[in-house]
């Protein structure tokens, strides 16, 4: 069993920046795939971006939205992952979820879930 736990968001202005937080817990971490998903109201939930195990060479993905904005990376000697992101827009507005699963198959889905953290991007 991992939990997870988002920290981070907060209200900032458009073109400025935040850096989320997800901590785990459990000795495993190094062996899991870790993704930022995102839900803003009335939407449905959405890919941000994930960063494969260390032992898959830790590579990374983004949403088209989100590439060149937007950094994910890990640190598992802290078992935590982290999404900088810059350049904020208010359509980036939403609850970021940071999520953790075994399989490196994308049709696989995510077994484990934080809570989610709330960021809110001001025009």
């Known amino acids: 069993q991992v939990q997870l736990v988002e920290s981070g968001g907060g209200l900032v202005q458009a073109g400025g920046s935040l850096r989320l937080s997800c901590a785990a817990n459990?000795?495993?971490?190094?062996?899991?795939?870790l993704g930022w998903f995102r839900q803003a109201p009335g939407k449905e939930r959405e890919f941000v971006a994930n960063?494969?195990?260390?032992?898959?060479?830790?590579?990374?993905s983004y949403a088209d939205s989100v590439k060149g904005r937007f950094t994910i990376s890990r640190d598992n000697a802290k078992n935590t992952v982290y999404l900088q992101m810059n350049s904020l827009k208010p359509e980036d507005t939403a609850v970021y979820y940071c999520?953790?699963?075994?399989?490196?198959?994308?049709?696989?889905?995510?077994?484990?879930w934080g809570q989610g953290t709330q960021v809110t991007v001001s025009s």
């Open positions: 960063i494969s195990r260390s032992g898959s060479g830790g590579t990374t």
């Open positions: 999520a953790a699963k075994r399989s490196l198959l994308a049709v696989i889905p995510y077994d484990y």
């Open positions: 459990g000795r495993t971490f190094s062996t899991y795939n």
